[in-house]
């Protein structure tokens, strides 16, 4: 077993859900965030989440689908969007978690669109969709975060990112690198609310 996870997915996509929890080897809560914490303590609000949702998980897992996009709008995202801010709201008694995107194949042909020489350094970099129409801010910020090189190595990410054909072939590799990314000095330069 490794570091216990918390998944946050949209409705539509619990068979993916389901799998993890039926077939792989990986230690998670079956908790989903379903009713708004009604506060307008932004502090307390990320406390209870934490508190009686993702307990003593260290690692989030987001499933990327066809409905995880910030453009869909807070409404359809509110849940989604607090799970990650609770994730990686980092407290008193609690560090934040390592957060892992997991992309659905339905959204492999719109996240990744291959590769392009850059006008900047010349060397070739490969174009990963991951922004408002794919996914909301809480992952998309902290997946790439601002800077001022041309691309984004490894170390400038705090979300980890990986498709989900080679998850379930080794979960917990990609587990322990999201995990891993929380003592690493990216770690302080995430964002909860972007
Ligand atoms: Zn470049």
Not at 31 to 52: C, G, Q, V
Not at 103 to 132: E, F, K, R
Request: proline share 3%; net charge negative; charged share 25%.
């Amino acid at each position: 077993m490794g570091h216990k996870c918390f998944i946050s997915f949209k409705t539509e996509d619990i068979d993916y859900k389901n799998y993890i929890q039926n077939n792989l080897d990986v230690d998670m809560i079956d908790k989903s965030l379903n009713e708004p914490i009604n506060s307008d303590d932004e502090d307390y609000i990320m406390k209870k989440i934490r508190a009686d949702y993702l307990s003593d998980s260290t690692v989030t897992i987001c499933l990327i689908g066809i409905r995880s996009s910030e453009n869909l709008g807070w409404d359809e995202q509110r849940f989604i969007k607090r799970e990650l801010q609770a994730s990686l709201y980092h407290g008193q008694g609690n560090s934040k978690s390592g957060i892992l995107g997991v992309v659905l194949p339905s959204m492999y042909d719109t996240v990744y669109t291959g590769s392009g020489i850059c006008q900047t350094c010349g060397n070739s970099h490969n174009h990963v969709a991951i922004n408002d129409s794919t996914t909301v801010k809480e992952f998309s910020y902290n997946y790439y975060i601002p800077h001022n090189k041309c691309a984004w190595s490894e170390d400038d990410r705090y979300c980890v990112l990986v498709k989900w054909d080679d998850f379930i072939s080794s979960p917990n590799d990609y587990i322990d690198k999201a995990f891993d990314k929380r003592t690493q000095p990216v770690a302080s330069k995430t964002k909860v609310k972007p």
